[in-house]
């Protein structure tokens, strides 16, 4: 009796923790290591990042969203939209309407971002909850007439630890408690433009000091006592392509600049006709067997890149790895924007914490799917999205998944075991079956027969 009292009793107590520690809400911090193709992964070494794999989930390819740009995109992972619908179509943007021009050293005026509402947003509107944000591309501007509680404005020179610092002290110490947050690097993408993918003594020392902030991050959540309860997701962008001097496109040569205006260059091009639009096209389209010329209705549907004012009349996408140049300028050794089918344009994804699985490996996910998992995590609403929760939920520990080759082997396993046991019992009938007892007889009658006789 005594000892079902204290039995009862522990169990009382245990459940009063889990209600207690289910209150408290979950967190999560986004950060995003621009221009981090997804193979880099394989073939360079990662040591803390691969630590921080094993205790957690790796997706091998993330399909991010055309055009691989990086203010598109990490619009997109934020809600959840393609660039049509988000309206941040690319870094270099007009608008015929207003007359405005959007760069990436002129992103404040909300015009540009209010067409969507990004995540820290949506989670500000919870009660009792707050956004960081130590440099997101949208993350200093007031969308909807709102920025992160706390936030710093954009400047390249504000190194890793900075930044690093300000968001863990904001995650570890702050009421409303931050929920939220984001923490941006430039890096591998200026190099990986400097130098090229392919430069691989440059880039191993790049990755390597990418893999240190990895490692600075991992050891600073610890030390704060935030890594066990904390959900840390790092991804990118975009990839990176190696372009070279031989594969350059001179939009010079095609057409006399006066017949138009560039809104954006390379490698796609948004053009603006001055005049007559079919005449500019036909022209352009002679230009080079490696660009691809495009009406703004004629734009593959695959790449759902149509339906905003923002995107140019004409849209020129270059081969993978080609540059597009005005004049005779030297294109860079490597750079990003092309198709987003080309696996050079993927970024990967990792995650650790809580919500998510030990040790588990997957294939591909799209970036827009990003949004509705983040939403899922922090119990928010998400907003309308071009996402699909479902292709997230195997990374998830509260969700039940199964995936087709899975699916496919416990199908032959259940028929291959169905069939021996089938087997099995036919065998097993036939030889226990009813004759045997007449044989018998019939022995006995023979061994009887030469008595009688
Ligand atoms: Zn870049």
């Known amino acids: 009796m005594k000892f079902l009292v204290i039995l009862l009793f522990s169990g009382f107590i245990t459940d009063c923790r889990g209600n207690s520690s289910s209150v408290l809400p979950p967190k999560l911090l986004l950060v995003s290591f621009d221009g981090f193709r997804a193979d880099y992964l394989q073939n360079y070494e990662f040591p803390h990042l691969q630590n921080f ?8 390819h993330v399909k991010n969203v055309f055009i691989t740009k990086t203010f598109p995109n990490h619009y997109s992972i934020v809600t959840g939209l393609y660039e049509e619908s988000h309206g941040i179509v690319a870094n270099s943007m007009y608008d015929a309407a207003t007359k405005k021009h959007f760069s990436d050293f002129n992103d404040k005026d909300p015009f540009w971002w209010n067409e969507a509402v990004p995540i820290w947003v949506t989670n500000q509107l919870q009660e009792n909850r707050s956004s960081a944000a130590a440099m997101w591309p949208g993350t200093d501007v007031l969308i909807h007439n709102t920025t992160p509680s706390y936030f710093m404005n954009y400047s390249p020179s504000v190194s890793f630890r900075e930044r690093l610092n300000n968001v863990t002290m904001w995650l570890n110490n702050s009421s409303p408690p931050v929920t939220f947050a984001t923490l941006y ?6 190099s990986g433009h400097k130098y090229g993918p392919e430069d691989k003594e440059n880039m191993s020392r790049v990755l390597r000091e990418i893999d240190d902030h990895v490692g600075d991050l991992v050891q600073r959540l610890k030390m704060l006592g935030l890594w066990e309860n904390l959900n840390v997701i790092i991804t990118s962008d975009h990839g990176m392509a190696q372009c070279s001097q031989s594969r350059v496109i001179n939009l010079g040569r095609c057409l006399d600049p006066s017949a138009y205006t560039i809104i954006d260059l390379t490698p796609i091009a948004a053009i603006l006709p001055k005049i007559n639009i079919t005449m500019v096209y036909n022209k352009l389209k002679m230009c080079d067997p490696h660009l691809n010329v495009y009406l703004r209705e004629d734009i593959p549907e695959r790449f759902y890149y149509r339906h905003n004012d923002r995107i140019q009349p004409i849209i020129l996408v270059a081969d993978e790895g080609w540059t597009i140049v005005l004049n005779e300028s030297s294109p860079k050794l490597g750079d990003h924007g092309y198709d987003n089918s080309l696996p050079s344009m ?9 919500a998510f699985h030990k040790g588990y490996k997957h294939s591909t996910i799209n970036s827009v799917d990003i949004y509705p998992m983040m939403c899922h995590i922090l119990g928010l609403k998400p907003q309308p999205n071009n996402g699909t929760f479902g292709h997230t939920k195997c990374l998830l520990v509260d969700q039940w998944c199964i995936n087709l080759p899975e699916a496919i082997g416990i199908v032959i396993g259940a028929l291959l075991i169905l069939t021996t046991l089938t087997c099995l019992i036919i065998i097993l009938q036939n030889r226990l079956s009813v ?19």
């Open 53 to 60: 794999i094993k205790e957690g989930v790796l997706v091998e």
């Open 185 to 190: 690097w430039e890096e591998p993408d200026a």
């Open 435 to 453: 004759p045997r007892p007449f044989s018998r007889l019939q022995l006995q009658e023979e061994d009887d027969d030469p008595l009688i006789g």
């Open 346 to 354: 993927h970024p990967f994804l990792a995650a650790h914490g809580p």
